[in-house]
């Protein structure tokens, strides 16, 4: 049997918190009116320094979409990830995430809709229900890990710019600010990052803006201060810290299409069945864990989604 030997940036089991622990921890830190206070609890305390610089959201409710499987920890989530702004490798974006500035923001809606609206950071999390929902996201790379979210559905904001029946797909965009985001000095990506989707997925209830983690706002490292997440897609799909949404009637461009179209598609829905053409879909790593679990269709919300592609060859749409 080979003995595998867990690289640097692999946080170790014991880092994972299940949700039950994180629950009671949370009740107990509300309860003693804490909340501004990082959550004193081993595990966390690492990262506490970050941590406790982040804004608690206010009035977030409780959702009925939450997985049943332990949450990652707020280290794990917040110091592996892929935001290439910030750098490419994993361990970059908390490394260089006091970069990005997140104040002032806002994002501009328009395109094909009656009212094009500029929305200011702050209108959006005074003025749309947040709710936390746990979701599972999974990484075209095959790992794959369990994120608390705070958020609301993409749709809400949507229905405010009243948009055309001629508006079939929605177009995103993220920051461009070299000046600011030292991965932006060279181009690895062709900037500004983008991303897109077809209306009926983009108004899908799944689909969320996240604005924070953990009952928390967003760290820079995760796509502050507002970022996209489709639980059903791989990774790449939920784009980060966006300044702009476009209502069109074409499929957009989209990042990773555009570099390797033969290994990105502009779908990317999970699926097992469909291999990267350089490595199987059919497991994934769950960060924290030690033995690889098998990846589920649609990431495992098969149920709600899978009549979005009813009829479309799944080899061919990947
Ligand atoms: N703007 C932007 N958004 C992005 C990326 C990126 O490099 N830039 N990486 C994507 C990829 S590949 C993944 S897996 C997820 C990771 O999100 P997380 O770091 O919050 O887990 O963000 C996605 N959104
Ligand atoms: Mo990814």
């Not at 779908?267 to 589920?296: C, M």
């Not at 495992?300 to 990947?318: C, F, I, K, P, Q």
């Amino acid at each position: 049997m080979l003995i595998r030997i867990p690289r640097r940036s692999e946080p170790r089991s014991s880092e994972i918190t299940p949700e039950s622990v994180w629950r009671e921890r949370r009740r107990f830190v509300e309860a003693m009116g804490l909340s501004g206070i990082a959550l004193a609890a081993p595990g966390l305390a690492a990262a506490a320094h970050r941590q406790d610089a982040l804004r608690v959201l206010k009035g977030v409710h409780p959702s009925q979409w939450k997985v049943d499987e332990p949450v990652n920890s707020f280290k794990d989530i917040t110091h592996y990830n892929n935001f290439y702004e910030l750098g490419t490798d994993k361990r970059d974006p908390a490394r260089f995430a006091r970069h990005l500035k997140t104040r002032p923001w806002s994002v501009v809606v328009d395109g094909l809709c009656e009212k094009p609206t500029r929305f200011d950071i702050e209108d959006i999390l005074s003025s749309f229900p947040l709710e936390e929902r746990i979701y599972r996201l999974r990484c075209v790379e095959a790992w794959s890990m369990v994120i608390p979210w705070v958020g609301f559905p993409l749709s809400a904001l949507l229905d405010r710019v009243r948009p055309l029946s001629s508006a079939r797909y929605v177009a995103f965009e993220s920051i461009y600010d070299p000046k600011m985001l030292p991965g932006q000095k060279r181009r690895v990506l062709d900037w500004p990052y983008r991303e897109g989707l077809r209306m009926d997925e983009a108004r899908h209830p799944l689909t969320l803006l996240a604005v924070g983690l953990y009952g928390k706002e967003l760290p820079g490292q995760n796509g502050a201060p507002i970022r996209l997440v489709v639980p059903w897609k791989y990774g790449f799909k939920s784009i980060k810290s966006i300044v702009r949404i476009r209502l069109v009637d074409k499929q957009p461009p989209t990042t990773w299409n555009l570099i390797a179209p033969e290994e990105y598609g502009f779908y990317a829905n999970v699926n097992p069945e469909v291999d990267h053409p350089r490595w199987s879909q059919k497991k994934e790593r769950r960060i924290g864990e030690f033995l690889r679990r098998k990846t589920l269709m649609f990431n495992g919300y098969e149920e709600e989604v899978a009549s979005l592609y009813a009829g479309m060859d799944l080899n061919r749409y990947y």
